[in-house]
């Protein structure tokens, strides 16, 4: 098994980690804080001090970061990735960003003689524990088909979209498909509520027609129970909508439905739910209409 270097621990990453610790590939961790590094150390892992030294002991280096800066701070910066490569390494980027540093980044790496993938994922927390994410690569044929071991521990559902940066357009195209349809069902069950109409028998109703989704199934019932502890924070998610609204802007195409969704998220996190799960969006249209 080729050896690999995980960098970024987090609600996703820790639990990614943990399956490839579990499938028997040998790990090398780095993480900024470091309670999740000795977690992972007394399961197996070896704990590096920088991404430069997790590239120096990895064939394979995969990345699962909040954002485009730290993904570039962290591949190109000081004590970065590209320090401690070699050539014939894979970079894995996992994380969500900007297709424009994905391609920054695929560059600067590929002039050492590194091979990249931006493999973004979908299915949060629960499919990142589970090991059913579904990943969306963008890159080259023989970097994917040399990855895909990897990714079948970490996920069910694995296309490889096209060349470097597709994976990431894909991703922006599923966080506006679910951030709007969060947005619909919450409008559904809060008119229901408001109307005196059970929710939980309106959702039932609606699963079993041409309206029903996984967001419904799922998100549906964190709605009704008001159950907003963060399976994918509301922060992150707003943060993805900037990224697709950004490349519709340099592609001189108006998403209009997807920048009123992106309002309504910073009109909750200025309210203070950042941190909440993006189904929270039910929670603000409520106290909108005058809840509690």
């Given at each position: 098994?080729?050896?690999?270097?995980?960098i970024?621990?987090?609600?996703?990453?820790?639990p990614?980690?943990?399956?490839?610790?579990?499938?028997?590939?040998?790990?090398?961790?780095?993480?900024?804080?470091?309670?999740?590094?000795?977690?992972?150390?007394?399961?197996?892992?070896m704990?590096?001090g920088?991404?430069?030294?997790?590239?120096e002991?990895s064939?394979?280096?995969?990345?699962?970061?909040?954002?485009?800066?730290?993904?570039?701070?962290?591949?190109?910066g000081?004590?970065?990735i590209?320090?401690?490569?070699?050539?014939?390494?894979?970079?894995?980027?996992?994380?969500?960003i900007?297709?424009?540093?994905?391609?920054?980044?695929?560059?600067?790496?590929?002039?050492?003689?590194?091979?990249?993938?931006?493999?973004?994922?979908?299915?949060?927390?629960v499919?990142?524990k589970?090991?059913?994410l579904?990943?969306?690569?963008?890159?080259?044929?023989?970097?994917?088909?040399?990855?895909?071991?990897?990714?079948?521990i970490?996920?069910k559902?694995?296309?490889h979209?096209?060349?470097?940066?597709?994976?990431?357009?894909?991703?922006?195209?599923?966080?506006i498909?679910?951030?709007?349809?969060?947005?619909?069902?919450?409008?559904?069950?809060?008119?229901?509520?408001?109307?005196?109409v059970?929710?939980?028998?309106?959702?039932?109703?609606?699963?079993?027609?041409?309206?029903?989704?996984?967001?419904?199934?799922?998100?549906?019932?964190r709605i009704?129970?008001?159950?907003f502890?963060?399976?994918?924070?509301?922060?992150?998610h707003?943060?993805?909508?900037?990224?697709?609204?950004?490349?519709?802007?340099?592609?001189?195409?108006?998403?209009?439905?997807?920048?009123?969704?992106?309002?309504?998220?910073?009109?909750?996190?200025?309210?203070?739910?950042?941190?909440?799960?993006?189904?929270?969006?039910?929670?603000?249209l409520?106290?909108?209409?005058?809840?509690?």
């Amino acid at each position: 098994m080729e050896r690999i270097g995980f960098i970024g621990l987090g609600i996703m990453g820790k639990p990614m980690a943990r399956n490839l610790i579990n499938a028997g590939y040998p790990l090398v961790v780095h993480n900024r804080s470091q309670g999740a590094v000795k977690e992972l150390a007394g399961e197996g892992a070896m704990a590096a001090g920088s991404p430069k030294e997790v590239a120096e002991q990895s064939d394979v280096v995969i990345t699962m970061l909040p954002d485009s800066p730290e993904v570039h701070q962290v591949a190109l910066g000081t004590k970065g990735i590209v320090e401690g490569t070699r050539p014939g390494m894979l970079f894995v980027d996992m994380s969500t960003i900007a297709p424009a540093v994905t391609r920054e980044v695929y560059a600067a790496l590929k002039a050492v003689e590194v091979q990249s993938l931006d493999a973004p994922v979908s299915g949060g927390e629960v499919g990142a524990k589970q090991g059913s994410l579904s990943i969306m690569v963008g890159g080259e044929t023989e970097a994917f088909e040399r990855a895909m071991p990897i990714f079948k521990i970490l996920g069910k559902n694995i296309v490889h979209i096209g060349d470097v940066g597709a994976g990431q357009v894909t991703k922006a195209c599923n966080q506006i498909v679910v951030g709007l349809t969060i947005q619909a069902v919450a409008e559904a069950l809060m008119l229901a509520k408001r109307s005196g109409v059970d929710p939980a028998r309106v959702r039932e109703a609606l699963l079993g027609g041409f309206a029903q989704s996984r967001i419904l199934e799922l998100h549906g019932q964190r709605i009704i129970d008001s159950a907003f502890e963060p399976g994918f924070r509301i922060r992150l998610h707003r943060k993805d909508l900037g990224i697709a609204l950004q490349t519709g802007r340099d592609l001189s195409l108006p998403l209009m439905s997807t920048a009123q969704v992106a309002e309504l998220m910073n009109a909750l996190i200025a309210r203070g739910g950042g941190d909440l799960d993006h189904s929270a969006l039910a929670l603000l249209l409520d106290q909108m209409g005058g809840g509690e």
